[in-house]
């Protein structure tokens, strides 16, 4: 591997340790309603990179996970508003589980405001952190939902 290699792997890494921690921590965030500044303080001190119940979590990208709770939660109405549109009919949002929303929104938010990153690369991202919740069926929603949005979100 040539050291830009090695270097675009670690990248890749350590943005998607990033997005598993900033779906963990917006589910967080709605079930305690934990102030932004308190979430962000427990996850750079006491999660992101450390070691808990003998698991080693891998090294976050601190600004990106930065980037992507705060622009949730910034931009919460707007993300929502895009999710609801393109869930079937007879469903809401407050129909799907606290998880779910979470990984949609962190999703949307890539789609939305992050256009350094390719709409295949956010898709696939948030696709892999649904299998660490979910069973297939709702790795497949989170992948055709977040299809939908990205078409909308960027042509």
Aim: proline content about 2%; aromatic content about 8%.
């Amino acid at each position: 591997m040539t050291r830009s290699t090695t270097r675009t792997a670690a990248r890749s890494k350590a943005r998607a340790a990033a997005r598993l921690a900033a779906v963990q921590a917006l589910y967080q965030h709605d079930m305690e309603q934990t102030p932004l500044a308190q979430l962000l303080h427990e996850f750079h001190n006491h999660r992101l990179g450390a070691e808990i119940e003998d698991a080693q979590y891998a090294e976050a990208d601190v600004a990106f996970f930065d980037d992507v709770v705060k622009g949730v939660l910034a931009r919460g109405g707007e993300i929502d508003a895009m999710i609801a549109g393109k869930l079937a009919s007879g469903w809401s949002l407050e129909r799907l589980d606290k998880p779910m929303k979470a990984i949609l929104r962190c999703g949307t938010y890539e789609l939305l405001a992050r256009a350094d990153v390719p709409v295949a690369t956010a898709i696939t991202e948030y696709v892999d952190v649904a299998h660490a919740f979910y069973d297939k069926r709702e790795a497949g929603f989170v992948n055709g939902l977040l299809d939908a949005i990205g078409k909308a979100a960027r042509g």
